[in-house]
């Protein structure tokens, strides 16, 4: 059961993390606080990928050359799923751009039946369509949802971001199959090396190039930004270490767990009001996790 304490963690990095990476937005642009995710995140998975080797007193093993394909896949496609997420922040609260990314659930069931050959049970299928039904009131804020609320941009902001984060997870599985060790812990934390290099690389060139002075602002906010970089490093490693031991959908799944979380950091932290349809949201979300696992024993 790593992959369910793993993906509990994530769960709750995740939203951590994002509640710190809105404050830091205030003072930078989209892709100045993209950047601050992988920039300072980056030195901290390195320390976790070295102290795993000391841990277990081994080396790097073989893997062949599509690791390095598949994790920058990986990587660009959690970018634009970031910036989409931040995107939906503009538009409405923490909770509803959080809520609409989290379609990624049975958009993850879909697509990882699709392109990896995972099947669920009918039981986790209707968890997962429970736990939809649940992030969906959420978005709603207690309101009837209409067809044409998905129109809204937030809406579709929050759908994007739920793709391009379906994207990493089957991406990221894919580049872990690549390396030559039974060690899965191992495994993620170096596909998370390569995948945050390689962010660093990608939206930092952007930044270079179209929003120079930026960069010196990305420096400046070190302090937040660092507490930015450490939580999407230990969630990253997390979600990682779910992926390559669980089918992605129900990692997902389970990882709905995160709109506790979010609702208690959009609460104390941002200071946002919470509705009573949010509380009915979460029972529908917990029983949604509950039948998923049920389903996948």
């Known amino acids: 059961m790593t992959w369910l304490y793993a993906t509990l963690l994530a769960a709750l990095f995740q939203p951590w993390r994002t509640a710190v990476q809105q404050r830091v937005r205030a003072s930078l642009s989209l892709n ?16 976790l990928l070295a102290a795993w080797c000391l841990y277990r007193g081994q080396g790097v093993p073989a893997f062949s050359e599509a690791i390095w394909g598949w994790s920058l896949a990986g990587g660009f496609a959690q970018i634009l799923g970031t910036n989409f997420l931040l995107m939906a922040f503009s538009y409405r609260n923490f909770v509803a751009g959080t809520a609409y990314s989290k379609t990624e659930a049975i958009q993850g069931a879909i697509l990882s039946m699709v392109l990896l050959g995972e099947h669920l049970s009918w039981l986790s299928w209707g968890g997962i369509a429970v736990g939809v039904g649940g992030v969906l009131l959420l978005a709603s804020g207690g309101t009837r949802l209409r067809l044409a609320d998905l129109s809204q941009p937030a809406a579709l902001c929050g759908l994007a971001s739920g793709l391009c984060f379906t994207l990493t997870a089957i991406f990221v599985k894919l580049a872990t ?5 039974g060690d899965v812990i191992f495994s993620a934390l170096l596909v998370l090396v390569i995948v945050q290099a390689g962010q660093v690389m990608m939206q930092g060139s952007y930044l270079l190039l179209r929003e120079p002075g930026e ?3 990305v420096l400046k906010s070190w302090r937040l930004s660092a507490y930015v970089g450490a939580l999407a490093s230990l969630g990253s490693a997390c979600w990682f270490t779910g992926f390559a031991l669980a089918p992605v959908a129900l990692v997902r799944t389970v990882g709905q767990s995160e709109v506790l979380f979010t609702l208690g950091f959009s609460r104390f932290y941002l200071r946002e009001a919470v509705k009573k349809s949010e509380i009915l949201a979460l029972f529908c979300v917990a029983v949604g996790v509950v039948l998923a696992l049920a389903g996948s024993l």
């Open 177 to 181: 199959r690549q390396v030559a060790t």
């Open 32 to 47: 100045g606080a993209g950047l601050v995710r992988y920039f300072y995140g980056l030195p901290v998975s390195g320390v």
């Open 215 to 217: 960069l010196g602002r």
